[in-house]
């Protein structure tokens, strides 16, 4: 049986008088890349927030790892192993890389030694070359697709068990979006780290995810793998481009 490193029962939440998210149960288990679709305005930023605690649930609960971490701080969700990847990057603009990079694993410290976070640094420079290449420029003259680099490479830096990914390729050119998704399945298979991944690009998201919920206004729609997701007329209809050809 597999093993759940993170279960959501139930969650609501609100901004103000209005409900946003209406019950929302999902689970994602260790070493799956499970994917979050569905159009803007369903749901799926809030959930992602209420999951590291950035937006306070109204009702329900988060468990990682079987610990209820549902109105822990964010920060201390960190440390236990989640690290977020908000939708557009947020990275420090006028920091430089390698200052950017140090913050993500400003939490470990000084628990790990900054010689062994250093070698890991290293190990994110070899995967991001074009960081190491401006590792003393500030984070906001890098292009749109380096600083997403450079915000998933301070996550990794964490060290987390499950990375919580919004939107990575948001308003990137093609080629670069690709190559942010090809990352996001070497993250997976290199790092032993779990994704659970909010895409705009469906199709894009379903060919490297293990399975996927689709949200509407607050709920869950439908849920499965990625395959039979990919194959549901509802979803070829409104996500896909097409109502009959299988992807």
């Given at each position: 049986?597999?093993?759940?490193?993170?279960?959501?029962?139930?969650?609501?939440?609100?901004?103000?008088?209005?409900?946003?998210?209406?019950?929302?149960?999902?689970?994602?288990?260790?070493?799956?890349?499970?994917?979050?679709?569905?159009?803007?305005?369903?749901?799926?930023?809030?959930?992602?927030?209420?999951?590291?605690?950035?937006?306070?649930?109204?009702?329900?609960?988060?468990?990682?790892?079987?610990?209820?971490?549902?109105?822990?701080?964010?920060?201390?969700?960190?440390?236990?192993?989640?690290?977020?990847?908000?939708?557009?990057?947020?990275?420090?603009?006028?920091?430089?890389?390698?200052?950017?990079?140090?913050?993500?694993?400003?939490?470990?410290?000084?628990?790990?030694?900054?010689?062994?976070?250093?070698?890991?640094?290293?190990?994110?420079?070899?995967?991001?070359?074009?960081?190491?290449?401006?590792?003393?420029?500030?984070?906001?003259?890098?292009?749109?697709?380096?600083?997403?680099?450079?915000?998933?490479?301070?996550?990794?830096?964490?060290?987390?068990?499950?990375?919580?990914?919004?939107?990575?390729?948001?308003?990137?050119?093609?080629?670069?979006?690709?190559?942010?998704?090809?990352?996001?399945?070497?993250?997976?298979?290199?790092?032993g780290t779990t994704v659970l991944l909010?895409?705009?690009?469906?199709?894009?998201?379903?060919?490297?995810?293990?399975?996927?919920?689709?949200?509407?206004?607050?709920?869950?729609?439908?849920?499965?793998?990625?395959?039979?997701?990919?194959?549901?007329?509802?979803?070829?209809?409104?996500?896909?481009?097409?109502?009959?050809?299988?992807?």
């Amino acid at each position: 049986m597999e093993k759940a490193i993170l279960r959501v029962e139930n969650m609501k939440a609100r901004y103000g008088p209005v409900e946003v998210l209406h019950g929302i149960d999902l689970h994602v288990n260790e070493g799956e890349i499970v994917s979050l679709l569905g159009s803007n305005g369903a749901g799926k930023t809030t959930l992602l927030n209420c999951i590291c605690g950035l937006h306070g649930a109204k009702d329900g609960s988060v468990w990682f790892r079987d610990q209820d971490i549902t109105r822990i701080p964010a920060e201390l969700v960190v440390a236990r192993g989640m690290a977020h990847v908000p939708e557009r990057r947020q990275i420090f603009s006028t920091l430089t890389v390698e200052d950017n990079l140090w913050l993500g694993a400003s939490h470990r410290m000084p628990k790990t030694s900054k010689r062994e976070i250093a070698k890991e640094m290293e190990t994110v420079y070899e995967r991001f070359p074009i960081l190491a290449e401006r590792k003393w420029q500030l984070g906001g003259t890098l292009s749109g697709g380096q600083q997403q680099m450079l915000a998933i490479g301070r996550a990794l830096l964490s060290r987390p068990q499950l990375l919580l990914l919004d939107e990575p390729s948001l308003g990137l050119a093609p080629l670069i979006a690709k190559e942010i998704l090809t990352i996001v399945q070497e993250i997976r298979s290199q790092w032993g780290t779990t994704v659970l991944l909010v895409e705009q690009n469906a199709r894009a998201a379903l060919a490297i995810s293990d399975r996927a919920y689709v949200l509407s206004t607050g709920t869950v729609m439908l849920e499965g793998t990625a395959e039979m997701i990919s194959n549901d007329p509802r979803v070829q209809s409104a996500y896909l481009g097409h109502s009959h050809e299988a992807v």
